[in-house]
């Protein structure tokens, strides 16, 4: 099957590939295994073809292992690539792409950091909380790349910023991190659940504005915390 693109997984050996179907085949001599990360580099190896594009499966996402392919095509195409992106016409436009993404991602952050204070909507006496809390998980969520949930297109905006919000709380304001949790199918979701239920009382009181004393608050403490670490990194 050398000359058929196909998807697979990983074999039983290090050169070796399982189809969908539940085949082994033997990777062909003279192939090597381009590793993921250079998008425009597998683009270019894929166009030659043929390729063996290795996938695996965690949870409800893919990753990808890589390309297999012959190691003359992987070779002429990593030098067709750097010839292009030593060009001044190249360096131009990457250098303008760059700067798009940066504003785009720049505008992102803000407008995120507004939908998590308007998820918040705290009384007037700990607006300062909120928007200090609303920086901290801006900031936290939505790194490009990252994977969470702030990056999704799938849900609305106003969704991403609450489940960034609860998440962040998870982390900082309780003991999620240090909890020995079973394995057991739905146990996780459980334990977040209620972790969730108990952030939520904890913001209500914010909007209500209860008298909470900072000094003991887990949420006071923990925005206190991270913005001290967060001058110190800086």
Not at 121 to 136: I, K
Not at 179 to 203: D, P
Request: glycine share 6%; aromatic share 6%; with cysteine.
């Amino acid at each position: 099957m050398k000359d058929q693109t196909l998807q697979v997984s990983p074999g039983p050996t290090d050169r070796s590939v399982r189809t969908t179907s539940g085949q082994v085949l033997q990777v062909p001599d003279g192939w090597q295994l381009l590793p993921p990360g250079d998008a425009g580099l597998t683009r270019r190896v894929k166009a030659a073809g043929p390729t063996w594009t290795v996938k695996v499966k965690k949870g409800r996402r893919t990753f990808s292992q890589g390309v297999w392919a012959d190691a003359r095509t992987i070779s002429n195409a990593q030098q067709a690539i750097v010839a292009q992106r030593e060009s001044p016409a190249y360096q131009k436009r990457r250098q303008s792409e760059l700067a798009r993404r940066e504003k785009k991602q720049t505008q992102y952050v803000d407008e995120f950091r507004q939908e998590v204070i308007k998820f918040l909507r705290f009384d007037a006496r700990y607006q300062e909380l909120a928007e200090s809390m609303g920086t901290l998980v801006a900031v936290h969520a939505t790194p490009v790349g990252s994977g969470t949930v702030a990056r999704t297109e799938r849900i609305p905006i106003e969704r991403r910023a609450e489940a960034a919000v609860i998440a962040w709380m998870r982390h900082q304001t309780t003991a999620y991190d240090s909890l020995k949790i079973a394995r057991v199918k739905g146990e996780r979701r459980q334990v977040r659940r209620q972790l969730a239920e108990h952030s939520r009382k904890l913001l209500h009181r914010y909007r209500k504005g209860d008298p909470i004393d900072p000094q003991q608050c887990v949420l006071a403490i923990a925005v206190a915390s991270a913005l001290r670490k967060q001058r110190t990194d800086a």
